[in-house]
């Protein structure tokens, strides 16, 4: 199932969030299981299996980075088998050299609180890239920048530990 299709909106790396949120509360309307207890046990279970779906699909269109990994994933493209990028060596350094600094500086705020800014920029750096490279329907390079920004997105939850 494809989750653009069933919110009616078109495939892109950005969305209308109002329209999304919008569409999301008229399914669940549609099809939530309260809604059809009066029906056979087979319709409620499909009702229900239906609304899991569109939770689920909800739940990553809403989020940037998961709707940024599923809008590849229905060109062929995952994380998991991205090995250009796990093997980028100019990319692991700065993954090294940017974890040392974390663990360095981690009982400095004020270092900590420098690094969360660069992290900050990197985050949107790679935002704007990535969306502009899905938009044009480059794949192989979108792959390799949603790694990248995952990579920072992460270190960003971590300093917030």
Do not use: C
């Not at 509360?25 to 087979?42: F, G, N, T, W």
Request: aromatic fraction near 14%.
């Amino acid at each position: 199932m494809d989750y653009f299709k069933l919110f009616k909106i078109k495939k892109r790396s950005q969305i209308d969030y109002k329209l999304l949120t919008n569409r999301f509360y008229q399914l669940q309307h549609k099809y939530h299981p309260d809604r059809v207890i009066h029906l056979s046990q087979q319709k409620q279970k499909d009702m229900l299996k239906k609304s899991i779906i569109i939770n689920q699909a909800y739940k990553i269109l809403k989020n940037p980075l998961l709707r940024y990994e599923y809008l590849l994933s229905l060109y062929g493209f995952s994380l998991q088998n991205n090995t250009h990028s796990k093997h980028n060596q100019k990319f692991l350094i700065k993954q090294f050299n940017l974890s040392e600094r974390i663990e360095k500086y981690k009982k400095n705020k004020n270092k900590i609180n420098k690094i969360k800014l660069f992290i900050d920029s990197e985050i949107k750096k790679y935002q704007l890239q990535i969306q502009f490279e899905l938009d044009q329907k480059q794949w192989h390079l979108a792959i390799n920048t949603l790694y990248q920004l995952s990579f920072y997105q992460q270190k960003y939850l971590d300093i917030n530990k």
